[in-house]
């Protein structure tokens, strides 16, 4: 429960901790020969060395502790639109990474992690339904959730929203996918038609969404809105709030651990630290004080006992603070600056001006065969260059020829005719000053 106190947070996150290390030493090929050299019992973080997404691709045979897994019958069953909704083996929900860190990556859920993440972002949704608007809007819209998020592959939230669908056939007319990557107007017209309860997706959309809102063109009431997957600010948070006259709670998660933190009642993102634990950390990986905004940021899933996660380098910057929040809850309050992309905006063919948003763009590029990491830089009004790191045993010009062909068709789809791509000379690279990496921006 989210009104626990701090030593009962604290035990039962030594408790799972201590049954996950257990757990790993004994089924993990890969941990356990990280760990060779560390001193048993091992019952701290402190002393193991951090992880990296190449280094779970890299591994990943030895790194999942089921030996009926293996790396390149995921990765067909991935490759493969007709399994989407459906588990690998009959047992595990795959969710692929679109790269927004800077590498992509595959990641398998167990019942029980699924389980976890799902009850963490309820028990703080919950006070926020405790409204008699919010229950009538719950109503009058049938509970019906709209998730905003890149459809056609088995990323989380498409194929999160599939799973239900297929599992739960009564209420599979009760949950939709909206993707970003079909023309504005098009989302629009969906979302008027559905009339969704709820709305959960990327922020970057939900803030495109609230302007045409106010414009008119967008005729919503929802009950309850989860901007995820983005940063956003607490004023963009609170012009969500006017425009749709809905509770707004802030999920941050990823991929690799859905409900990281969720927003409180004041207005606080609280980490959920009996189920994950986060280690804010210096570009050495070591500690930094709290208030201070760290340069990555160390996730241990305490749930997923399928693919591991110890110490892994999820890549966000994220500041953490000792101060107890005005809200009562022991939990510890966390800000987050997250990763970096824009929307870009560009003129159609009829001369209005659309937005593109970052993730789906860096979703066309990053779902071709071949292409390892990208970074997308708007030059030009209507100009693209895009930067590209390969993966082996591919042909480079085959694969370009590839992106470009997929990227003029997207744009075509959004009536955005005559677009420039070009292929850039440098390879994908973090900043040089803030050494973050961003994957969609403009210097135009």
């Not at 193991?48 to 691709?57: E, G, R």
């Not at 991935?78 to 047992?91: D, H, I, K, Q, V």
């Not at 997957?229 to 651990?257: M, Q």
Request: hydrophobic share 35%; glycine share 6%.
């Amino acid at each position: 429960m989210k009104n626990a106190s701090e030593a009962e947070i604290r035990e039962r996150q030594q408790r799972r901790l201590q049954e996950l290390l257990d757990f790993v030493l004994r089924n993990s090929r890969f941990y356990k020969r990280l760990y060779d050299d560390i001193d048993r019992p091992i019952t701290t973080l402190d002393s193991l060395p951090p992880v990296t997404k190449s280094q779970l691709m890299e591994h990943f045979d030895s790194v999942v502790t089921d030996t009926a897994v293996e790396l390149d019958d995921v990765a067909d069953f991935t490759g493969a639109t007709a399994t989407l909704g459906e588990r690998f083996l009959g047992r595990y929900p795959v969710w692929m990474t679109s790269g927004t860190t800077g590498e992509p990556g595959i990641f398998l859920q167990d019942d029980w992690s699924k389980t976890a993440t799902d009850a963490v972002r309820v028990r703080w949704a919950l006070s926020a339904l405790f409204d008699l608007q919010t229950i009538k809007r719950l109503i009058r819209h049938k509970g019906k959730i709209a998730e905003i998020a890149v459809g056609g592959g088995h990323f989380a939230g498409a194929s999160g929203v599939e799973i239900f669908r297929k599992e739960h056939r009564r209420l599979q007319d009760r949950i939709r996918l909206v993707s970003p990557d079909q023309p504005l107007s098009e989302v629009i017209a969906e979302l008027n038609e559905y009339q969704p309860a709820v709305l959960i997706g990327y922020a970057t959309v939900l803030l495109e969404l609230e302007r045409k809102q106010r414009s008119g063109q967008l005729k919503l009431s929802p009950a309850y809105i989860a901007p995820t997957g983005e940063p956003i600010t607490s004023e963009e948070k609170d012009r969500l709030r006017t425009t749709f006259g809905a509770s707004v709670r802030e999920i941050y998660g990823a991929t690799e651990f859905y409900g990281i933190g969720v927003e409180c009642e004041r207005g606080n993102v609280h980490v959920n630290t009996d189920w994950v634990i986060l280690e804010p950390v210096d570009a050495d990986y070591q500690p930094v004080d709290p208030g201070e905004p760290s340069e990555t940021v160390l996730v241990t899933n305490l749930a997923n006992r399928i693919q591991p996660l110890v110490r892994y380098d999820l890549g966000d910057s994220v500041t953490m603070y000792e101060e107890r929040c005005p809200c009562g809850s022991a939990f510890p309050v966390i800000e987050v600056e997250g990763r970096q992309g824009e929307v870009l905006h560009f003129e159609t063919d009829e001369g209005n001006e659309i937005p593109i948003f970052p993730l789906a763009l860096t979703s066309v590029v990053e779902e071709t065969p071949g292409v390892r990491r990208s970074q997308i830089v708007k030059t030009g009004s209507k100009r693209l260059r895009i930067r590209l790191e390969f993966e082996e045993k591919f042909d480079e010009e085959s694969v370009w020829k590839t992106v470009e062909n997929e990227l003029s068709d997207f744009f075509a789809t959004q009536g955005v005719g005559d677009i420039s791509i070009e292929q850039a000379t440098e390879a994908p690279a973090r900043d040089s000053q803030s050494g973050k990496f961003r994957h969609v921006w403009s210097e135009a």
